[in-house]
Structure formats: C-alpha cells, structure tokens
C-alpha cells in the first residue's frame, strides 16, 4: 500500500515527548522526512534514530527553544538544508505555566506561554511560507485545547494563548489558501501523557467523569488526527479546529 506521506519532509515541534512524539513516529511511519525539534536536543536526536530504524524514513533531532525566533529560523532552514524542501508544519511545542488563579498569574508566566506558543507558531509559519509556496502548498497543524475552550481553571495564560493560535491559524487559513496552503488546528483533550499523570488523582478522576467515552485518550489518537490532517484525505480541511476529547467539549 502507498503511505499517505510519502515524500513529504515535516517538522514536529516538541516532537521528542509526549504528543510530539506520538505524532513524529505516525508522519515518519507513513513515510514523511521528520525533523524533530525540542528544547532536550539529546533526546530529539534519540528519537530520531528510532525513527529510522523502525520505519526507514530520514529523521534528525534537533535542540531549539520555540521562544526564541533565531532557534525558530535555524530549525526551518534546517529542515529545508537536510531534506530539500518543507511540506509540513506541526507547531505542537507548548508551555504550562504553575497552576494558579488569574489574580496570581505573573506577567513573566504570560510571556513565556505567549512565546512559545503564539509568539513560536507565529515565527515557524512565516519561515515555512516561502518554502511551502515553493513546493506548490502545504500543510501547518497548530495546537488549541480543550482547557481553552472551556475556560479551565488556572490555566487562564494557557489558555488566552491557545486561543491566539486558533486566530492566527484561521487568518492563515484564509491568505494563504491561494497558494493551496491549508492551515489547521487540534484540540485535545485530556491524553494520557507524563502532564497528565502529575495530575493528582481525585482530580483526575472527575476530569475522566466528564469525558463521554469514558477514558483518557492516547497519543496515538492525536497523531492520527495529524495524519490526516496533513494527507490528501483532509484536502478540502483548512481553517478548522478538531476536536479530539471525547466529547469532553459538550458537558
């Protein structure tokens, strides 16, 4: 069977741990060239020869901070440099500042959310532009949350950032369209990540009674989503936000 990326070169930010990782392996095991960046460059490195020696597609690692747009624009240029071209963007790095009350937010906790988030999405998606434009269009996947779309407790800097990023997906969505660019965003739910196991059980257990299927979801599920997303089977999806949360966005 053909895979679904075949050819394609991306880039998976945070792609090291957690989500990031889920959704490096799914773009490399349907054959797309993956750059991997995280602020642990050791371990991007590490994944990327697993990815290599499961699935026999190219894979790098590289350390960079998304809040840092020289780091930005050396991990685009050295995606391009390394494998000829970009197709792909996943700008799934992202920030959890402490979990305190909007009042108790610092101003230094909202800045740093809003650089790696809104602030490194930003930088990665004008860097990929030209390059994207060259290959005759491509595909950006950017990170919302469930937190944002119900307004979680203590996560208020998380969560004015994750709604930016739902804005500045759709005004791409919109411009680069004509250049058959298609900009998209995710938004899980709770996923059973290392975040999500520090998470105290007691107050696990009711985020769990407020998810329909009954269950965290996994990794893997995300990275689907990404898959397609970014295949030929999403072709006609751009400017959307999907949801994958177990219908934990309807109480």
């Given at each position: 069977m053909n895979k679904l990326l075949e050819g394609k070169v991306a880039i998976v930010t945070g792609g090291a741990k957690g989500l990031g990782y889920g959704i490096?392996?799914?773009?490399?095991?349907?054959?797309?060239?993956?750059?991997?960046?995280?602020?642990?460059g050791a371990t991007a490195q590490a994944v990327a020869a697993e990815i290599e020696r499961d699935f026999g597609s190219k894979a790098i690692g590289l350390a960079g901070d998304m809040g840092v747009k020289e780091d930005v624009l050396s991990m685009v240029q050295a995606a391009v440099d390394s494998f000829g071209g970009l197709d792909i963007l996943v700008n799934n790095a992202s920030l959890l500042s402490?979990?305190?009350l909007l009042e108790d937010k610092t101003d230094e906790?909202?800045?740093?959310?809003?650089?790696?988030?809104v602030w490194g999405n930003w930088w990665a998606m004008q860097a990929a532009f030209p390059h994207m434009k060259k290959r005759g269009g491509g595909s950006v996947i950017n990170f919302s949350s469930i937190d944002a779309q119900t307004g979680a407790w203590l996560h208020s800097d998380y969560n004015i950032n994750k709604l930016g990023i739902e804005g500045l997906t759709r005004s791409a969505a919109v411009e680069w369209g004509r250049f058959n660019i298609r900009v998209n965003a995710i938004a899980p739910g709770y996923i059973d990540t290392d975040m999500v196991a520090a998470v105290p059980a007691p107050v696990l257990e009711k985020i769990v009674a407020k998810i329909?299927?009954?269950?965290l979801g996994m990794a893997e599920e995300i990275a689907r989503g990404v898959a397609f997303l970014t295949s030929e089977n999403g072709g006609f999806m751009t400017g959307s936000t999907m949801s994958i949360n177990g219908g934990q966005h309807m109480y």
């Open positions: 490096s392996r799914a773009l490399a095991s349907e054959g797309a060239s993956v750059l991997i960046s995280g602020r642990d402490a979990g305190v906790m909202l800045r740093r959310t809003l650089e790696i988030g329909h299927v009954g269950r």
